[in-house]
């Protein structure tokens, strides 16, 4: 089992960044690849970006590309988005989330990911 737990979400005005975490604990090993997905209210939870078990490896939804950074220290178990130039479009509950693979690829579709995190509110503010 891996329990994740995520931090950082709050209320930032528009073009202002917010830095989101998620500590990783129980099961964890460097076989864990990486995702963060969010929700909106009404709305389908939506990939937002991932990375393969080393970090070599992201991809990035096109809405956040160029603007949102995923990074990983296997080391502190701990994965995290930069988020900058936010917009209120970006406001949902954040996910993190975890599944065992040492492929090569990113995985984006979250019914792939096997472990979730209880999620972090971010409200953008126009």
């Known amino acids: 089992q891996v329990q994740l737990v995520e931090s950082g979400g709050g209320l930032v005005q528009a073009g202002g960044s917010l830095l989101l975490s998620c500590a990783a604990s129980g099961r964890t090993t460097d076989n864990l690849a990486m995702g963060w997905f969010r929700q909106a209210p009404g709305k389908e939870r939506e990939f937002v970006a991932a990375?393969?078990?080393?970090?070599?490896?992201?991809s990035y939804a096109d809405s956040v590309k160029g603007r949102f950074t995923f990074s990983r220290d296997n080391a502190k178990n701990t994965v995290y988005l930069q988020m900058n130039g936010l917009k209120p479009e970006d406001t949902s509950v954040y996910y993190c989330?975890?599944?065992?693979?040492?492929?090569?690829?990113?995985?984006?579709?979250?019914?792939?990911?096997?472990?979730w995190g209880q999620g972090t509110q971010v409200t953008v503010s126009s």
């Open positions: 989330a975890a599944r065992y693979s040492v492929g090569y690829y990113p995985t984006t579709t979250k019914d792939l990911y096997r472990y």
């Open positions: 990375t393969i078990w080393s970090g070599g490896v992201t």
